[in-house]
């Protein structure tokens, strides 16, 4: 006969407590705040192939991964105009994990064959992520600028404005060597004072900073700091190599849809290294 001990009964009012709410007057309070009946029903497919909703919803999972992305990268310029250097940390922290995410999202799509993706593509007509009005703020955030991008965006007046604010607003990489110009680093004048609308060109001199700085006298902050960029930089070169994997396996070297150059200017894109100098400056430490 067993004595294990019996479980002691819950009182009735106990029970009611544990019970989850399901009677609402209007929608739910999850509803309410993911608008998840909207992001549900967003899904509008063109074809009869049954595999172009993996790749339409991969690519909106990808746009929402680039608004978080902004929102961190945003949140980090202004900590670093404050010389706020933990907040600034925190969200390039977030940003890494947000980063490992969005390279994830290129799984579903990278086993493609040709044909797969031959059998929905003229669904997509001159449509391109080249367009993308939020991948192009990632871009101008990561000192990627170039005014020639906010054309496409011309006919919708809020991609258009939000972009060209972005394009005349220092990129982060901008607010980083303003700080460590403000810590007495020697960054020359003409890398503060550019024209932050044009695309960040390595410096020398940026360079001896972060090689001072990893030498084993810079102050902690900027080391982990300047680690958190690496750890950017590299996943952004990982996007950049799997999308052009992906692009390669799908379709080869024809021209990509919207009229670029597909593989070519991917290959292009794979070859450069966001925050240059984080990367060259470990030849001099």
Known sequence: MSHQAQPTPRPAEAVEHVTPQLDFDGTTPYE?????DVLTHLQHLLSDDPGEMVFLVTTQVMELWFTCLVHEWETASRALRAD??????????RSVRELEALNASWRPLAQLTPAQFNSYRGALGEGSGFQSAMYRRVEFLLGEKSASMLVPHRGSPRAHRELEKALH????YDEVLRLLARRGYAIPDEVLGRDVAQRHEPS???EAAWADIY???????LVRLGEV???VAELVWRWRNDHLVATRRAMGAKPGTGGSAGVAWLEKRAQTYVFPEV???RSYV
């Open 169 to 172: 607003e220092p990129s982060l």
């Open 215 to 221: 030498a084993g006298d810079g102050p902690e902050d």
């Open 229 to 231: 960029l690496t750890d």
């Open 32 to 36: 309410d705040y993911v608008h998840a």
């Open 84 to 93: 706020d250097v933990p907040t600034a940390i925190a969200a390039l922290k």
């Open 279 to 281: 990367w060259t400056a």
């Open 204 to 206: 020398p001199a940026v």
